[in-house]
């Protein structure tokens, strides 16, 4: 008995990881099947490496300034070009859960956040 539930912890815990590995639901998934490491992001205590995160999400996503140009267009209001200036993108981009439609909270824009 013991040696079937062990088998099945493994399967499942083996289909998991695959799943991370293919870019799971989150948009970490999404980062560790592009090859990077939770280093890349966090802290060897898992915080992310700066408190207002532009810093870590712009070495790779440019400055607020080019997110604004590469959204512009997407949608009927660009989110990153909105009256309450740079946010944090962990405002909106929660990393291991889902995003969050910030604008949202007061506005009836729709978006697909990562």
């Known amino acids: 008995m013991k040696k079937v539930l062990f088998l099945l912890l493994l399967s499942f815990l083996a ?3 695959a799943f991370a590995a293919d870019g799971g639901p989150y948009l970490a998934d999404r980062h560790v099947a592009r ?62 859960k889902p995003g969050v439609n910030y604008c949202g909270g007061c506005h009836n824009f729709v978006y697909k956040v990562p």
Do not use: F, W
Not at 35 to 59: E, F, I, Q, R
């Open 15 to 17: 289909g998991t990881t």
């Open 35 to 96: 090859g990077m490491k939770c280093a890349d992001c966090h802290t060897p205590d898992n915080k992310l490496k700066t408190s207002g995160d532009l810093d870590v999400c712009a070495s790779c996503h440019g400055d607020y300034q080019v997110m604004i140009k590469k959204t512009d267009g997407r949608y009927e209001v660009n989110p990153h070009g909105q009256h309450e200036g740079a946010l944090p993108c962990s405002e909106c981009h929660k990393g291991h």
